[in-house]
């Protein structure tokens, strides 16, 4: 599925162009994306697949505890803050500031962590 946008010409008219998919967008470096919700939707989800990764690794670990939480914190704002300054290298002030992707998802993002890590801890590591 691609995505048109309407490209001014010099005339006055405008023509369709077909943009990548957002999927293909998403995971090359320096995509363009002229829908900002599209971008959002995109930090949105994954931070939502990273919450619930996380989970897993911190319930096969076992880390428990203020750590476990403090790390997830950490590597959740942490990775998300690099893929859209570097590696998608978005202007974050179209997008309300840095500390606005940052925070784009993150309370869902925690709540499927925390049911995926408890019940991957619970499951293994009680009787």
């Known amino acids: ?4 946008r ?3 010409e010099r ?3 405008s023509k ?3 943009l990548p998919s957002v999927w293909t967008r998403a995971f090359t470096c320096n995509s363009e994306w002229p829908d900002k919700e599209e ?4 930090i949105y989800w994954s931070r939502q697949a990273l919450g619930i990764f996380i989970g897993i690794l911190w319930g096969l670990i076992p880390l428990k505890g203020f750590i476990a939480l403090l ?5 959740n704002a942490g990775l998300i ?12 002030e179209e997008y309300g ?3 606005e992707l940052t925070k784009e998802g993150f309370m869902t993002s925690f709540a499927g962590f925390l049911v995926t890590w408890i019940i991957i801890y619970s499951g293994l590591h009680f009787e």
């Open 1 to 4: 599925m691609s995505a048109k």
């Open 6 to 8: 309407k490209v001014p």
């Open 11 to 13: 005339n006055g008219t």
């Open 16 to 18: 369709l162009t077909s």
């Open 39 to 42: 971008f959002l939707d995109v």
């Open 71 to 75: 790390l997830f914190v950490l590597v």
């Open 81 to 92: 803050y690099l893929y859209f300054t570097s590696f998608q290298n978005v202007d974050e």
């Open 97 to 99: 500031g840095s500390w």
